[in-house]
């Protein structure tokens, strides 16, 4: 479900697996603050006395569990905006006590929560941290690694203002983000370049990345590329000043 694009209907199967799993879910308001206050806590602490330092847990099960949380909290990122907050920070403060010699996505995720930070309002400072943390994590031998920190570091860049290519993905390298199956981030990362582009008056590359966002759909079955690309055209078209076509656009995507 996760990979096809179908992110809302995937969050209750990854709540049943965590389960089996043994993972603690609060179900109320109390606990599920209180579970955050630690969680963003440590996570904190972690990112500014603890450098670069490295977990060291190795239980039975933890790289699953750490899989699992990372994935529920992107596909809550556009389906549930006030749960992925307490699960983004939840997944990222399980990560960081993994050995991230050992969980492939130790990269992804602390790069991940560099761009919640980033997109969320909430501190160009410490998603600029967590972006370099991701940095030490990339590994030569997986250029998804590469491919990951780039599309965050986009997200993280064009939020604090920077609007230039320092970040950019080319062909080559977002081929083996897909071949690699890093669908959610291409559809991030396409999204926002796009925006980047029809804000500055480049309308034709925007253009072509919300072509590419089709893409994703029409070639690899990932359904919600298609909500994105809708959404950045009908944005595209107002900027032209093309308010018909933009309100069919619109209208389109809320359908």
């Not at 006395?49 to 992107?74: C, F, I, N, T, W």
């Not at 941290?129 to 030569?140: I, N, P, Q, Y």
């Not at 480049?202 to 909500?227: E, N």
């Not at 009908?234 to 809320?254: I, N, S, W």
Request: aromatic fraction near 12%; charged fraction near 25%.
């Amino acid at each position: 479900l996760f990979n096809t694009g179908n992110l809302r209907e995937s969050v209750e199967h990854y709540d049943a697996s965590l389960s089996l799993y043994g993972e603690w879910l609060p179900k109320s308001t109390v606990p599920l603050w209180l579970k955050f206050g630690v969680d963003i806590s440590g996570l904190l602490l972690w990112l500014f006395a603890g450098k670069h330092r490295a977990g060291s847990r190795d239980r039975s099960g933890d790289l699953a569990v750490g899989e699992m949380l990372y994935q529920r909290a992107l596909a809550e990122n556009p389906t549930d905006p006030t749960r992925y907050v307490f699960d983004t920070i939840a997944a990222c403060r399980y990560v960081q006590k993994l050995d991230s010699r050992k969980f492939v996505y130790a990269c992804e995720t602390t790069a991940t929560t560099g761009a919640f930070f980033s997109f969320g309002g909430l501190s160009n400072e410490i998603a600029r941290r967590f972006l370099d943390e991701a940095s030490h994590l990339v590994r030569e031998e997986r250029s998804v690694d590469e491919f990951w920190f780039r599309a965050m570091g986009t997200v993280v860049a064009c939020h604090a203002g920077d609007w230039s290519s320092r970040y950019d993905i080319d062909d080559e390298l977002m081929d083996r983000g897909l071949r690699a199956g890093r669908l959610w981030a291409a559809d991030t990362y396409l999204g926002m370049v796009a925006e980047r582009c029809y804000r500055q008056g480049r309308f034709d590359a925007a253009d072509a990345h919300i072509a590419r966002l089709r893409t994703l759909q029409s070639d690899y079955g990932y359904d919600f590329a298609v909500s994105t690309a809708t959404a950045h055209e009908a944005f595209a078209l107002l900027e032209r000043g093309r308010l018909d076509q933009a309100r069919v656009a619109m209208q389109t995507y809320y359908d």
